[in-house]
């Protein structure tokens, strides 16, 4: 059985525990950086808002974060679950990157995420802000792929 018929767990109605453990399974994916682990999580049809670009189903989904992580360098993620209820999470989040000349930004965002019955992200709204930041800034310094379970929160990080 597929990813796409199986479905990802946990499933919705959400608990508190379980929104926590969503978030924190979307947050270990995208700083994987691997755009195709990352849209197994997105139901076939999936709809995205992210900025002001719309991405429509898991082909999209996969090119749109080839392109992002051609752009967004050592990215690295924090994502911070703010509600919850029934199928939808909502999460605030923090990212930091920098480009190819070497200008680092560290991006903030809150994201609406929809869910149907199987765990499958069917609708993702992304509102997010770039900020300039010099390199001595960075707060998010662990090696490249899963932050470390000690590593502090964004709550933690005062973002």
């Known amino acids: 059985m597929s990813d796409s018929t199986q479905g990802r767990p946990p499933y919705p109605p959400f608990t508190r525990e379980s929104a926590i453990q ?7 994916a995208w700083n994987s950086r691997d755009p195709q682990r990352v849209s197994l999580a997105y139901s076939e049809d999936s709809q995205w808002r992210n900025r002001a670009e719309f991405v429509n189903g898991r082909g999209e989904i996969v090119e749109f974060l080839q392109r992002k992580w051609r752009k967004e360098l050592d990215y690295r993620l924090i994502k911070e679950l703010w509600s919850y209820d029934g199928n ?44 300039p930041i010099k390199e001595e800034e960075r707060k998010y310094r662990w090696p490249l792929g899963r ?6 929160g964004l709550t933690d990080l005062n973002l």
Do not use: Q, T
């Open 22 to 28: 969503k978030v924190r399974a979307a947050e270990d």
């Open 88 to 131: 939808r999470i909502a999460v605030r989040f923090a990212y930091e990157w920098h480009d190819d000349s070497e200008n680092w930004f560290r991006s903030y965002g809150n994201e609406n995420w929809e869910f149907n019955e199987r765990g499958l992200m069917v609708r993702r709204y992304a509102c997010i802000n770039d900020l």
């Open 147 to 152: 932050r470390p379970d000690d590593h502090p």
